[in-house]
């Protein structure tokens, strides 16, 4: 609307017909004003915030003359923007013990067509990247390459996951028929990814359960096997046995729960997108335009700093209109949903615990009265085949009973009851 040149609004507008989408940032506060510059540095502060790498196609001019003929950094200008890359951007929201966050950049030097003077002593070309440009103080390489790298295989779950598991998750939180705040343009990213999250994370679940169930069941058969190499039957193939379901017992467990990208963390990452995704929803549809990325615990934000930016990406739009918030909905969908899903499921972890609590306990006490029935069959002078059976047997009860709480508390049972 100030442009003066009318060629240059052309150009502008020439330009923002082929941008794929637009965004545009919050309004302005009475005490920020409505000047040019101040809707600059709003519109520095956003990109800041929301970008994971700010490439800085810049001279490297800092200070400047301004309009009222001062020397300064130009506000909203790229020095500005750069600045408060090292700086970070404070949030409202933010704990108020924690340092804003840095944004990752980088310095491709270019040269502005009006002749200015410029800070560099060796003569740079166009198109060099300026060394200096990762500040190791604040934001490491290998930090943003971590975030990246996290979305990368998130995006690559979200395209191979099957429409119907996408469709059913997000059917699961809007319902089969979907309320019109559901429809407004800045829910359409949040719920897309929710639901590809949801769906993921659903996926690694069942994939977590039977890996846990598989190892425990692989690993109780390779014992059993040694003990019984070890006792009644020396024959190879029993010590065969033992390795082989030992050493596919340790594949499956690198696989699932260590390694370079374990699906266990990706469950775990995944559920919490979707969590911190589904909250959001929700929000916007209460008419709270705040980002969830800014309310993680200050504890938590190393941990799951790829989800927050991930969640900060998404959030892109203002105050939902007043006349689409939809409280009853928010009330229904989500605070009645939560209640009714813990009041189903506690009653089911509790007598999963009480029933794998038994069993274990049965077993370790049957394991130790074969050890005790060993002890006295030994000194009954019992014969060998004998003793071996009651060591076989006394073993794996002990064994199995040590399996069956570890089950119990890698599915995280107890937790889930006393939580839920």
């Known amino acids: 609307q100030d442009f003066g040149n009318p060629l240059s609004l ?3 507008r020439a330009i923002h017909a082929r941008a794929s989408q637009t965004i545009v940032v919050p309004p302005l506060s009475n005490a ?33 003359t301004l ?35 840095v944004t990752h950049f980088a310095h491709l030097y270019a040269r502005r067509k009006k002749p200015q003077k410029e800070p560099h002593r060796v003569p740079l070309t ?9 500040d190791a103080q604040t934001f490491t390489a290998g930090q943003i390459r971590a975030v990246l790298s996290a979305m990368d295989k998130f995006n690559e779950a979200c395209v191979q996951m099957p429409q119907e598991a996408s469709s059913q998750s997000r059917e699961w939180l809007t319902g089969k028929s979907p309320p019109a705040v559901c429809w407004a343009p800045c829910m359409s990213p949040l719920l897309s990814a929710f639901a590809c999250a949801d769906a993921a994370s659903v996926k690694r679940s069942y994939q977590r359960a039977y890996a846990i169930k598989a190892i425990s069941l692989v690993t109780a058969l390779s014992v059993i096997a040694q003990q ?120 089911v972890y509790q007598r999963l615990v009480q029933r794998l609590g038994a069993l274990s306990k049965a077993l370790l006490v049957s394991g130790m009265l074969l050890t005790l029935a060993t002890l006295a069959a030994h000194l009954g002078n019992a014969t060998f085949d004998t003793l071996n059976y009651l060591v076989l047997t006394s073993g794996v009860s002990l064994l199995c009973s040590a399996i069956v709480k570890t089950y119990t508390h890698q599915m995280g049972f107890e937790e889930h009851y006393q939580r839920y």
């Open 228 to 347: 019984i190499y070890s006792g009644p039957d020396m024959r190879w193939e029993w010590l065969l046995a033992h390795i082989g379901l030992a050493l596919l017992a340790f594949w499956a467990y690198r696989y699932f729960f260590r390694g370079y990208s374990p699906r266990e963390m990706q469950y775990l990452d995944w559920r919490a997108l979707a969590e911190g995704l589904r909250i959001q929803v929700f929000w916007h549809a209460s008419g709270v335009d705040n980002s969830v990325a800014d309310y993680y615990q200050l504890t938590d934000r190393s941990d799951i700093n790829w989800i927050r930016h991930a969640i900060r990406n998404l959030h892109q739009c203002s105050r939902i209109d007043h006349e689409a918030i939809d409280l009853q909905w928010v009330q229904d969908a989500w605070v009645g949903d939560q209640a009714r899903w813990f009041e189903k499921k506690w009653p």
């Open 10 to 12: 052309e150009a502008f």
């Open 32 to 64: 920020e004003g409505s000047s040019r510059d101040q809707g600059y540095v709003r519109l520095g502060q956003y990109l800041v915030q929301h970008a994971q790498i700010v490439i800085a196609i810049w001279n490297g001019v800092v200070e400047q």
């Open 67 to 101: 309009a009222d003929g001062t020397v300064g950094i130009l506000p909203g200008g790229t020095a500005d923007v750069v600045r408060l890359c090292r700086t970070g951007v404070a949030s409202e929201a933010a704990d108020i013990v924690s340092l804003p966050e």
């Open 126 to 134: 166009t198109g060099d990247w300026v060394d200096g440009q990762i």
